[in-house]
């Protein structure tokens, strides 16, 4: 079975700066997906990021990225720029390979913008 | 496109009591899927309804069931509600040759 942790329960970071979050995963597997998901207090999940395990560029969107290293199967966030909108809860999710797979989510990041 | 809807957006029942959750998913989307979130925990997967037919579970008991209709919605039935199952529930749906799940609202259900 998969794992996902995330070790940084909450962070904090003012505005226009940078901030990472980090997101450890196990598996046995080789080809998986892992994601970034906000959910904001309207509790509406909404996909931040989406990595490919066998691409080995890290994928971009934005002011997010991430740093995706397979080896050390970790796989963080950074946020640069930071809004007050990006305040919110942010979860680390791997997914499997095959069609019909479930996500497997982490404890989740709150992250606090500051004016 | 409509994007996945949940109903009720929240609920109260009392112990004992049994409880039917619904979601619309999102036009075209074949599976669906249904998460459990307690307060303060990531979501935690229950079950997946693809072709109206049950297609892999989580460490759930069986008094949690679904259904999967032929227009691709589907419901969360709990019976017996335990104190413990006062969750937020979050329905996704996706194509199932895709990887990406598009969430709905959630249910808030409080059992008292």
């Known amino acids: 079975a998969q794992t996902v942790t995330q070790s940084q329960p909450e962070m904090s970071v003012q505005e226009a700066e940078t901030v990472t979050l980090s997101c450890t995963y196990d598996?046995?597997?080789?080809?998986?997906?892992l994601f970034w998901y906000k959910q904001p207090p309207s509790r509406q999940m909404i996909l931040v990021i989406r990595q490919e395990a066998y691409k080995q560029q890290n994928a971009t969107e934005n002011r997010f990225s991430v740093n995706f290293q397979k080896a050390a199967k970790s796989f963080s966030l950074k946020i640069s720029d930071s809004q007050l909108g990006d305040t919110a809860m942010y979860f680390c999710?791997?997914?499997?390979?095959?069609?019909?797979?479930?996500?497997?989510f982490g404890e989740g990041t709150q992250l606090t913008v500051n004016p | 496109e409509t994007g996945v809807t949940q109903s009720p957006t929240h609920l109260i029942k009392t112990r004992g009591q049994q409880v039917t959750l619904r979601c619309s998913s999102q036009?075209?989307?074949?599976?669906v899927s249904w998460y459990q979130q307690a307060l303060g925990q990531g979501p935690q997967f229950i079950f997946q309804y693809y072709r109206e037919e049950e297609n892999g579970r989580g460490n759930f008991p069986p008094r949690f069931s679904g259904l999967q209709f032929p227009n691709y919605s589907s419901e969360l039935n709990v019976n017996a509600l335990e104190l413990d199952d006062s969750a937020l529930y979050l329905c996704?749906?996706?194509?199932?040759?895709?990887?990406?799940?598009?969430f709905g609202p959630g249910t808030r259900l409080t059992v008292l």
């Open positions: 996704a749906s996706s194509y199932r040759t895709e990887n990406e799940q598009f």
């Open positions: 036009s075209g989307h074949n599976t």
């Open positions: 999710a791997f997914m499997s390979n095959y069609p019909g797979s479930r996500l497997t």
């Open positions: 598996t046995s597997e080789n080809n998986y997906y």
